[in-house]
């Protein structure tokens, strides 16, 4: 039994609920009783007995209501062949209470069929759809009406629906069976747009946003399109959700666990399905025949819900950013989001407006709680025909009127909304699949200083994920590893022989031919001293320092937190003589300088600004570079490539002081310098993908294959004069986490600007695994993140420059091929946001979040850049001028600029447009 929908009422009309439209606006419901009789019900008492409404002679086919605060009144508009007739219900029900006759007011005649009929938002207009076309006539009751005021034609077949914008009163938006939508200046009497054939089928539904300018158009083939109307954005399309996709998913799960609960042996049949039958008897199988029964899946109706405004507090600029958490740009992410409710003929689905991502789905044959009689068995939704949506004052659920498509009849249902105070999907609305059970570790594989066998503590249940954590290291974390180098320690004194002879000092091979470093000088070429004491006489006092002054170098910097995006095109550069493919790029943490890893084994270094040239090569890999990683401390540069291995560099040298191609260690070398071949220390059999320093440089984690392993490290860099090709640099691994059910980690991110436990993997398995490396254990899975596997992974660190709130840092995007970005909470382990527009079909284009966390900027196929706002799902800008696929963009840490790299070896600066 479904409890996320009551069942009130079951109203029985004279005709096809399909050919009817019934009004409710979650305050009251029109619905007609006979063939001209309109029944009004109130829905805070359902079961009381309606008001009645006479004054069509044929039959009535349209009606829709509206509500006037101003007025504290509600209006009806009845809509037959004979007339079209407004009724102020609050009036209507004072003139019934006197017994008085109940009147209304007559604004057309003889007009013909009305499919369909809306008010406009300030109730001073309404629509109607006659055939081809739309009327305009004005709903004043104090004026004698003279017609309609403007009609809209231009569609070449039956309007089918038409809704006023609700933030311009004077926007009307009309779709039809031709599979275009046209959108209409009212008052202008002038149209705005017209779109294309869009579909292979008919538009049949539409429902206006009632926060954002969107509005979702919904078609008879199952598919539902969200439309921008923002000015200048050419009302793109936003979304398309496949609705009979994801109730297939749906009905497919819902087969999958009954099948896992029956009971009995299983039976393995090697015949084809559709001669499968129960007992394992060749013969039509019963499941089969009811999906092939199935009805289609017409999208009959749509409606966005609205939530409450919370009250916004005032800002005080005194205060950090990362003392306000309630006042900061992300304050929208992290609101409750609207429902986007679609109505189907067989299911009604709930749908995350934000995210787009599935809350429940009501099936036509699942069980329906009964509000008046909870003992009696529940009522089914059956096949529906029509529906209709209405949502009053009460901002935590949703009315919802369906027409049954075989009876002649109507079901009122009650929707509660499936979230929370705190904004989070209820346990009623979606089963967690996903959540772990925290006594489940994963096979780390094998550890090379024995910290296999170490307790870890384990996490409690109720604690909430989150990357900056309260709880302290265990005590025998794999945290606290470190490595210690060994010491050498000077003879104190000369050793003697075994016949009693001193040992001759061994020469050292940096030391001079004296057979020291220093030789002190004995002073016979110094002039004699003259005077043994000379006071200072003419020393000027010293001046106390002003506190209140600070000095240039020791100004705080601090990234522009209300800045705004940059989109205008200050530098480009070639990065080489030839094409080549840029594969990662980044700042260093300061800001100085841009490096990025290119396909031609090599990564570049190269200054701001971009247009001096200046800059430095590192060489050294055999195979592309896949990656590039500044340290914290902004010495050091990690590179990871095609070769199989992964090289540190200092930033002032061209050679790499350390290269990793053994998973263990690099203890052992041979006399030329390179790595002794071990059984019990093999190289990397495959490419590495990702390198990055961790924990704020203490260690460095390396991704290769299904498996990313952690290191300890000592670096030295001093180099000796005779043997220049020996490095006295060191790591040893301390533990290698592997990605269960996968065989690739195909996104790899941890956060090394500050401490945090939590590294997040995407894998070939298109799951997102959530890792704990203070307890060494997943703790989380996401599955399904994404269509494909998801190729990158940012999260919302910020930089050096920036201060946010903690919350914000629980905050990270994914992104997967032929799919949209998402931007996931950790803590509510769900999606919150979704961003499309650009185009990434083929090639894994990377993205990231500004600083100040209000944009992400993203790399296209379609030789563009796009930056999106953080709070919306569309785009602001698009960046063009690229010759070729955009494949890495990255913020500056300290100023709002944007760097691009594309395939063809090209980096394009941009900064806010002055």
């Given amino acids: 039994m479904s409890h996320l929908a009551a069942h009130e009422l079951s109203l029985a009309i004279s005709g096809r609920p399909s050919g009817i439209q019934i009004a409710c606006n979650g305050i009251y419901l029109a619905v007609p009783r006979g063939r001209s009789t309109i029944g009004i019900w109130s829905l805070k008492s359902i079961v009381s007995k309606p008001l009645e409404l006479e004054g069509h002679s044929k039959v009535i086919t349209s009606m829709c209501l509206v509500c006037m605060t101003s007025q504290k009144s509600t209006l009806l508009c009845s809509a037959a062949e004979d007339y079209i007739i407004i009724w102020d219900i609050e009036k209507c ?53 003279t017609g309609p005021l403007a009609v809209l034609e231009g569609h070449t077949s039956y309007v089918n629906a038409a809704q006023f914008c609700p933030h311009y009163s004077s926007t009307l938006v009309s779709v039809s069976d031709d599979r275009t939508f046209k959108i209409w200046d009212v008052v202008g009497c002038e149209l705005i747009y017209q779109s294309s054939i869009i579909s292979s089928s008919p538009f049949i539904s539409i429902s206006m946003h009632p926060r954002l300018e969107q509005f979702a158009l919904g078609s008879s083939d199952g598919v539902v399109r969200v439309y921008d109307t923002t000015e200048g954005n050419g009302f793109r399309c936003l979304n398309t959700i496949d609705a009979e996709k994801l109730i297939s998913k749906h009905r497919y799960n819902k087969l999958q666990a009954a099948t896992e609960a029956a009971t009995g042996p299983v039976t393995v049949s090697s015949r084809p399905a559709w001669q499968r039958g129960n007992n394992g008897s060749v013969g039509p199988n019963p499941i089969l025949q009811q999906e092939d029964s199935e009805a289609g899946c017409a999208i009959l109706g749509l409606h966005f819900t609205y939530t409450a405004d919370k009250k916004e507090e005032e800002d005080n600029p005194h205060v950090p950013s990362f003392l306000k958490p309630e006042t900061t740009t992300l304050k929208d992410i992290f609101n409750t989001p609207p429902i986007l409710m679609i109505g189907t003929t067989g299911a009604l689905l709930q749908l995350n407006a934000k995210s787009l991502e599935v809350i429940s789905i009501i099936d036509s044959t699942d069980e329906l709680l009964n509000h008046n009689a909870f003992d009696d068995e529940g009522d089914t939704l059956g096949l529906a025909g029509s529906y209709t949506f209405g949502q009053g004052f009460d901002v935590s659920q949703t009315f919802c009127a369906v027409g049954n498509l075989f009876a002649n009849g109507f079901n009122i249902l009650r929707l509660p909304h499936s979230y929370n105070a705190g904004g989070k999907i209820s346990s009623s609305g979606v089963t967690d699949e996903h959540q772990l059970d925290n006594s489940d570790i994963l096979d780390m594989g094998r550890v090379a200083d024995g910290l296999d066998c170490f307790t870890l503590e384990t996490r409690s249940e109720n604690q909430e994920i989150t990357v900056l954590s309260s709880v302290p290291i265990c005590a025998n974390s794999p945290l606290k590893a470190e490595l210690v180098p060994k010491t050498k320690h000077a003879p104190t004194s000369a050793k003697k022989s075994q016949k009693g002879f001193l040992k001759k000092s061994t020469i050292g091979g940096d030391q001079a031919l004296t057979f020291k470093s220093s030789i002190k000088s004995s002073g016979y070429t110094e002039k004699p001293r003259s005077s043994m004491f000379s006071p200072q006489t003419r020393t000027k006092p010293q001046k106390k320092p002003d506190l209140g002054k600070i000095s ?93 291995s992964a090289a540190l560099w200092c930033q002032n040298q061209t050679d790499p002081i350390m290269t990793f191609t053994q998973v263990k260690n690099n203890f052992r070398v041979d006399k030329e310098g390179d790595n002794k071949l071990d059984k019990d220390n093999p190289i990397f059999s495959k490419a590495i993908k990702h390198a990055q320093f961790y924990f704020v440089d203490k260690f460095i984690i390396l ?58 993997c995407a894998g070939s398995n298109r799951a997102l695994e959530v890792f704990d490396l203070n307890v060494a254990k997943s703790v989380q899975t996401i599955e399904d993140i994404h269509s494909r596997p998801a190729h990158v992974i940012c999260q919302n660190q910020g930089s050096a420059y920036a201060s946010h709130p903690s919350s914000s840092y629980d905050l990270f995007l994914t992104a997967a091929v032929s799919d949209s970005i998402k931007l996931w909470d950790l803590r509510m382990n769900r999606c919150v946001q ?18 100040c966390s209000r944009y992400i900027a993203t790399g296209s196929e379609d030789k563009a850049a796009y930056v999106f706002d953080i709070r919306k799902g569309t785009y602001l800008h698009k960046l063009t001028g690229h010759t070729d696929t955009v494949s890495d963009v990255a913020f500056h840490p300290l100023h709002p600029q944007l760097v691009t790299a594309s395939l063809d070896g090209k980096l394009r600066l941009y900064k806010p447009q002055s």
């Fill in 93 to 145: 029900r004072t003139a019934y209470q006197n017994g008085a006759q109940i009147r209304g007011h007559v604004i057309g005649q003889t007009m013909g069929r009305v499919q369909y009929s809306c008010f406009s938002s300030d109730a001073k207009l309404v629509a109607l759809c006659i055939e081809r076309e739309v009327h305009i006539l004005p709903t004043k009751l104090k004026e004698k009406s």
């Fill in 552 to 644: 240039k170098g020791m100004e705080r910097k601090e990234y522009p937190m209300n800045c705004e995006p940059p989109i205008e095109l200050v530098s480009k550069i070639d990065i080489a003589e030839r094409p080549t493919p840029v594969n990662s790029i980044t700042f260093l943490g300061d800001g100085s300088c841009v490096t990025c890893g290119l396909a031609n084994e090599s990564a570049q270094v190269l200054r701001l600004p971009l247009s001096s040239g200046k800059g430095t090569t590192f060489t050294g890999h055999n195979g592309a570079v896949n990656s590039v990683f500044w340290s914290h401390d902004n010495k050091y540069l990690l590179t990871s490539s095609e070769d199989n």
């Fill in 703 to 760: 991704v290769c294959s299904n498996t990313f392993y952690m290191y300890k490290y000592n670096l030295d860099t001093s180099k000796s004069d005779v043997k220049r090709y020996l490095t006295k640099s060191h790591y040893k691994i301390v533990k290698s986490f592997h990605l269960s059910g996968s065989q690739q980690i195909t996104a790899f991110s941890a956060v090394n600007q500050f401490h945090s436990y939590i590294s997040l």
């Fill in 834 to 851: 979704r961003y499309e527009g650009h185009q990434n079909r083929v090639y894994p284009c990377g993205l990231a979040i500004s600083p």
